[in-house]
């Protein structure tokens, strides 16, 4: 491949839309598990991810994990080829679990950025063990792929306009490397960093993107949301699906089910598979008049960190055994389970999403109830400002995996000129794509929506200013220079 070739990211978007609302269940074959049988389970999520930054040799665009191989004196970059093989050994693992009668799970959550990276870098090793999992009809059981941003990007802080766009680029990549039967099965979100806005119009139109790209679930962290009253999450709530309500500044509403990833963000829960020993503790959990299988939902970087290199390999395999020696003759008692799967074990037993608690995005509540008369724009923007000034604990940016770091504050001088690109892209192209469709499939389209998905990405707001500022600072100096036609 031409290291220097745009990404497939723009140029299907009604062909994609197309295949992905086709709502059948995507499991094979369906009812093959007794969900009578489960009492509880627990579905395990890696999430993987290097950005694509402007440090080739000539300023290139490049992959982090190539930069990390290319200099690998600099910080934890010997860690380059470990992290490279931590990206395909999924393809190991799961067929030699089945060889041994074992029953695993695993949900893989690729960014854009990554994929894009293993093509530029030519690593053929890791893009045919992705297609395995991906494609093979032995692993669809097993394995299931989440859909996410393209580039990395936190939703709360991502221009509206831009939401749809970035979880379409996604779809369109993956599909060119996998395949449209392969996507069509995509059925469950993962937002980047766990971050899940709480402004209503930005949650309104993250939740309604998503359900037109044809997504069924989202992950979400627990703390993030609450119920309709104000009241965090029951005990019981945190192991069945809940539907996430979003209701936009004008009035209008859109839901989808949620399921909630539990406890923190250490590696450690994954990494010495935690949900597992968590999910054989519990039993099944009260929704209306009938109970359902608890389930323990959890996901952490694949590839970062010692314990997700070094231990996760041997804590997966291990799991995985006890469970099958636990089974015997007793029935599936505790199983592992992929988030689509337990979903559609439920839809086929008749707990259908309309039963699920009600939840919205932590904060509402407080915004909702400060509200004098009918919600409009101007009423929910005055109210906010109104608790900001007499709370300072209320905040509308949104809440993610940690509460100690801030994707806005202090990193005005990446997120002034991520808006303006935005703004200037939306100038220039929406009303050409309205009148012409096609626009997407040409190159100075192309070129511009790169560079402005790849200034999204959350890195150059996690590491502080200095070289990863300037990196913004580059791709918006080049994203200005697409849009006017420049070099």
Known sequence: MNPNALPPIAGR???????????????????????????????????????TIPAGANGELISHLQYMLEHPGEGDNHNAEPFAQCYRRLAELIPQLISEGCNPRIMLDYSGNLLWGFEQMGR?????????????????????WLGTFWSHAVAPSTPIPDLKLQILAWQQHFAALFGEAALQRVKGFSPPEM?????????????????????????????????????GLSHAQKYIPNQLVARSSSGDTVSITTLIKTQGSDTKLVGQMQPCYEALSLGRMPLGDTTIPALVSQIADGENGGVMMNEFPQAFLQAHRKLAGDSGGEGERTVALNGTEYLELLDAGGVTAEAYPQIQAVQQHKLWQHLDGPA??????????????????????????????????????????????SAGFHQRFDALVAADPAV??????????????????SCFRYWGQGTWTDYATEIHRRGEAALHGQR
């Open 13 to 51: 978007e009604a062909e994609i839309l197309a295949l992905v609302q086709q709502n059948r269940p995507v499991l094979l074959p369906a009812g093959r598990r007794d969900l009578a049988q489960i009492h509880s389970a627990f579905a395990c999520a890696l999430h993987m991810h290097q950005p």
């Open 124 to 144: 053929a090793d890791i893009l045919e063990a992705l297609r395995f999992l991906a494609c093979d009809p032995t692993m669809q059981p097993h394995v299931e």
């Open 195 to 231: 971050h899940l806005p709480n402004h209503p119009d930005t949650l309104y139109e993250f939740v309604k993107a998503l359900r037109e790209c044809g997504y069924r679930w989202l992950l979400v962290q627990e703390h993030s949301v609450e119920n309709l009253d104000g009241s």
């Open 376 to 421: 409009s724009p101007e009423s929910v923007q005055a109210a906010i400002a109104e608790l900001q000034a007499g709370d300072s604990s209320f905040s509308m940016a949104g809440a993610s995996w940690t509460n100690n770091l801030s994707w806005v504050e202090g990193y005005a001088n990446v997120l002034e000129p991520m808006n303006r690109l």
């Open 440 to 457: 997407t499939r040409r190159a100075p389209y192309q070129e511009a929506l790169l560079q402005l998905l790849l200034l999204q990405t």
